[in-house]
């Protein structure tokens, strides 16, 4: 066991531990309190008329303090063994659900709405959860503050909970469990108890403000959107028909007939101003060292390109033609998913990797667009794009402008003055001279090289 893997370790099971910094924070208080106002008074006397008068007030806010804390922490003993007790007599179960929503001007949002059936908040306490996925990963804490009755009845049937889920990647997630936290009012301990949860949820990818694109289908397979330019359409079945009175007996297929005896002729290929659907290629296939693909760099450079690759899909979607997404590695989804719900998931759990390369990946005859990014093979690519025609769509996406800082010295800030806000800010802090910048940024210029050199039309995001 590795020191990440030990640190995650203690961490989860920290949650069992009952009392908090704020324990020690109460105590430290009321001990002082208790001291400050209990002191005796030298000669009996005191400095002041008014002092006795404080003290008293001082005194009976303490008690009450106390008093109500009291309450609100043997509440909080009550809901949680009964809560225990309907958890052992499988009365209760914990609920999650997760959406993903949009609002005006805002980019999508993941939400997770938890609920739990049966229990009671304490008074004046909280009653918290919190999700454990992947490799003992924790979610931020949520609140299950919302009553939910029971229809026609004034009567709790469950407690409800919606918070924003903030995650680190655009991928799927492997959901193992969850934990519920009964608190009192003053936090001053926490008890825990693990609640068993299985299942799936992924982090889709969010569109760019600049979304938008344009291509031109290759081939058409259904004559229903007409274009300005003629596109090749296969013949019919196996591209052979009978013959018929008429027909070329030169075109005639003498194998087919040999082993069928059946006369059948070539359908040639025709072509026709029509187009139908648009085939798209973005393609996850990277050039360096494999541990460099693993870290926390590579991530964040891949939710950028999953993001990007997800804006062009969604600007040519707006187009008058059908887009289909062609994926570079196998991934296994419902067939109850729509299209753009498909390609949305399969972007979400592609990752980088050193496989399928991209000859073997993109067809120039069929391809459209290709996304690449700046982990792609300069030669490799050179060798694809003689292969293409200008009527090839490429987006380069730059994925290390996702660490880049733009402020002057602002990383010298963030690295002595500024504390960082989330691991995108620090990696943005350290990349200046991380030995994965210096090999990007070398590929990246023989990247923009051999596209200049191309006849393909091609962009930089």
Same mark, same amino acid.
């Given at each position: @066991? ?55 007030? &001082?005194? $009976? ?7 109500? &804390?009291?309450?609100? @922490? ?15 007599? %499988? ?13 005006? &001007? ?14 009671? /908040? ?20 949520? &609140? ?22 903030? $995650? ?17 009012? $003053? ?51 196996? %591209? ?53 693909? %693993? ?49 949305? /998931? ?63 010295? /602002? ?51």
């Amino acid at each position: @066991m590795d020191r990440k893997q030990l640190k995650w370790k203690l961490r989860y099971y920290w949650q069992y531990f009952p009392f908090t910094i704020n324990t020690v924070l109460y105590v430290v208080a009321a001990w002082a309190s208790f001291k400050l106002l209990y002191k005796p008074v030298p000669n009996g006397e005191y400095p002041s008329p008014f002092l006795p008068f404080v003290i008293l007030m &001082g005194k $009976l806010t303490l008690w009450f303090v106390i008093a109500l &804390g009291l309450v609100s @922490m043997f509440s909080t003993l009550a809901a949680y063994f009964y809560y225990t007790w309907l958890r052992e007599s %499988n009365k209760t179960a914990l609920r999650v659900d997760f959406s993903l929503e949009e609002s005006a &001007g805002k980019l999508p949002r993941l939400f997770l709405t938890a609920s739990i059936d049966g229990i009671f /908040r304490p008074i004046l306490g909280f009653v918290k959860g919190r999700l454990y996925y992947d490799d003992n990963m924790l979610t931020d804490s949520f &609140g299950l503050l919302t009553n939910k009755r029971k229809p026609n009845s004034l009567r709790r049937a469950a407690i409800t909970g919606k918070s924003r889920l903030y $995650l680190p990647d655009i991928k799927e997630y492997d959901l193992k469990g969850g934990f519920i936290y009964f608190q009192d009012m $003053l936090h001053i301990f926490s008890l825990a108890s693990a609640h068993p949860l299985q299942g799936h949820f992924y982090q889709p990818p969010v569109l760019k403000k600049n979304n938008d694109a344009d291509a031109q289908p290759k081939t058409t397979e259904t004559m229903e959107v007409r274009i300005d330019q003629l596109r090749r359409v296969d013949g019919e079945y196996l %591209n052979y028909k009978d013959f018929e009175s008429g027909d070329d007996v030169r075109r005639i297929v003498w194998k087919v007939y040999a082993k069928n005896r059946e006369l059948v002729v070539r359908v040639p290929e025709m072509f026709e101003p029509f187009a139908s659907h648009l085939y798209f290629y973005a393609s996850f296939h990277a050039r360096t060292q494999k541990q460099w693909l %693993n870290d926390d760099y590579a991530r964040e450079m891949l939710n950028h390109y999953k993001d990007c690759v997800w804006t062009i899909y969604d600007a040519l979607g707006k187009k008058d033609w059908e887009v289909r997404f062609i994926p570079d590695q196998q991934i296994s989804l419902s067939d109850q998913m729509s299209e753009t719900e498909r390609t949305a /998931r399969t972007i979400s759990n592609s990752a980088w990797h050193a496989d399928r390369s991209l000859l073997d990946y993109f067809n120039p005859s069929t391809g459209a667009v290709l996304c690449i990014s700046s982990f792609s093979d300069p030669a490799e690519v050179a060798e694809l794009l003689e292969k293409c025609t200008p009527a090839t769509i490429v987006y380069f996406i730059r994925v290390s402008s996702v660490l880049r800082s733009y402020a002057p010295l /602002r990383w010298i800030s963030r690295l002595i003055f500024l504390p960082p806000e989330d691991r995108l800010s620090r990696l943005r802090a350290t990349w200046p001279f991380a030995p994965l910048n210096f090999k990007l940024r070398k590929n990246e210029k023989e990247l923009i090289a051999v596209l200049n050199k191309s006849a393909v039309t091609w962009g930089e995001i």
